[in-house]
DNA sequence: GCAGAAATTTGACTCAAGTCAAATAATCAC
DNA sequence: GTGATTATTTGACTTGAGTCAAATTTCTGC
């Protein structure tokens, strides 16, 4: 696990019962089935999606193409940032790629929390802190990258990407086409 | 102005005048020369830099080649979140591109009014936020548009750039080479 | 186990954008 | 102003990755 993701999970654990107890009137628990749509573009993201178990991604449309940006497994936080922060229609899915159990976060029972312990602001805080990096290093990838070494750095970094997805998702998720991704895995494996 | 912006700011305004006074103990001012860094790779990035006047750009090296990821005018705020957060020695150049004067909003002083009131926290929050979101369209550009598509959304959203940096710059922002931006001007001109 | 469907691979061709080199144009120092 | 330096444009060529089409492999349900 990412060191700054585990640092949060640490603080959390370590939260006031008191506090812990009232974060968790907000949580409830819910079942995808594998397919179905968890958000669709036009709906508002209310919620933060903790991935309880099976396989999750987020991805939006194209011309037409689908683009993965990104994948959930356990412990994962499925949520459309633009939509959830701007409170305006996502343009995004989120979809169950397996039978999917979730924890929802709602927001409004979420926000009051924040506003009372600082500590629970501060959390969402590094949440936030670690999504902006994250996404600082994947832009990075996309402008320094050619197509080989993206699918080898997703092969480093997120084997259980490669492992477990059909090869149009992780295509979809490298931004390459279908028959590319299938070249330089010929390519690699000849090697 | 971006209108998540303009309601950090207008609440920033709207501070108890006992925080702003607190506040403000932790800022000050600089001069920095055209051509100086504010940063530079290895250095840890201790402060946000809010510019008051004239031009900055981060940039990274990547093989010899420069990659500009953001440019900064009045009231942009540089900084390496990455670094900044993690607190590990930053990977990119935090340039003036004119002379230059910037506020220093210091880490650690910034960090104790956070601390201490939640209103502070959560427009630092907020700020993370815009900047999450920001990334993430950039992200979506490079995924979604060819290179004069990017050059034409650019001169759409930030026309400033365009107009006052030399073409060296605008092209390692779009992530182009100098003789390709050349061409899609030169082809845009002739319409 | 087999037919049909879906996923993946392979082939032939095209094109956007890069590289290297040379030519212009703009800017600066004196 | 003039020569020198720097920035920008233009030309010729190459290449990574896309598209369309066909072949092959893998997965289904029955």
Known sequence: MNPYIKRIKDLSNRLDPQILAELEGGFFDKKFSKESYLLRPGQICTSHLLVKEGVARKFYKHNEKEITTEVYF????????????????????????????????????????????SEVMMLDKMFIEYYAVWFEHRLK??????????????????PKVVQLLPVTIIASYLNVSLETLSRIRSKIASR
Chains 1, 2 share one sequence.
């Open 74 to 117: 356990h412990d994962d936080v499925a949520v459309s940032l633009d939509s959830y922060i701007m409170r305006k229609p996502a343009d995004v899915y989120i979809e169950a790629l397996t039978e999917l159990e979730v924890t929802i976060i709602d927001y409004s029972k979420f926000h009051k929390v924040k506003s009372t312990y």
């Open 141 to 158: 990838e996309f402008q320094t990258l050619d197509a080989s070494q993206r699918y080898l750095k997703l092969l480093e970094k997120e």
